[in-house]
């Protein structure tokens, strides 16, 4: 078993001050022979478009081919609403395509707050992570990175994203074994605090 590849990022401040880290972790896997997916608000893709030219990677060539992905598509809501099945299906959709278009493996990150939309209704956010880390159970190709803005989304939801994660990501060089996650298991409870296992990624 490798490390887990269903990170959560929770983080404060501006999120324009992540995209230098995030720039780089997703160029790397780019290097690495990736399919890299970024979702998040128009800015906030203006942004990584930059950070990533900055760093020498040929934005018009990468896109053109289907090797990276800058969206801030938002056809996953319905009437404004966060549909977690539905969500579900275009990822394994897009699971399905980078297997078939022969890469290494799908990396794929996005920010809840961007995500969610306007509606804001995350009553069921717990059981979409779940379902999430289920696809990553079934597909080793899938590598991902959920982004949590403390500062625009509501405690529960921060509560219910580090219960569904294995992992965490702090920077562009370190990830944590998370103790707070908890597995999906009728009438299990939430895991006492656990020491932090420390990884290089």
């Not at 890299?36 to 020498?56: E, F, H, K």
């Not at 379902?131 to 625009?152: K, M, S, V, W």
């Not at 009438?187 to 006492?192: A, K, Q, R």
Request: neutral net charge; contains cysteine.
């Amino acid at each position: 078993m490798g490390f887990p590849r269903h990170r959560c990022f929770v983080y404060t401040g501006a999120p324009s001050n992540n995209l230098k880290g995030l720039s780089w972790f997703l160029n790397s896997q780019l290097k690495a022979g990736s399919r890299c997916i970024y979702l998040n608000s128009p800015t906030m893709v203006a942004g990584m478009r930059s950070y990533l030219a900055a760093d020498g990677v040929d934005i018009a060539r990468k896109t053109t081919d289907g090797t990276l992905v800058l969206s801030s598509d938002q056809s996953h809501l319905v009437k404004g609403r966060f549909e977690g099945p539905r969500m579900l299906a275009m990822l394994t959709e897009e699971v399905h395509r980078a297997m078939a278009d022969g890469y290494k493996s799908l990396f794929v990150t996005g920010d809840l707050t961007w995500e969610f939309g306007n509606e804001r209704n995350f009553d069921k956010l717990l059981e979409y992570e779940w379902g999430l880390e289920e696809l990553f159970q079934a597909y080793p190709i899938l590598n991902g990175i959920c982004q949590y803005h403390r500062d625009t989304l509501p405690p529960k939801a921060i509560e219910d994203g580090l219960r569904a994660h294995k992992a965490l990501f702090v920077s562009d060089t370190l990830s944590l074994l998370n103790p707070e996650y908890t597995p999906p298991v009728k009438g299990d409870h939430l895991h006492g605090h656990r020491k932090a296992s420390l990884v290089q990624s």
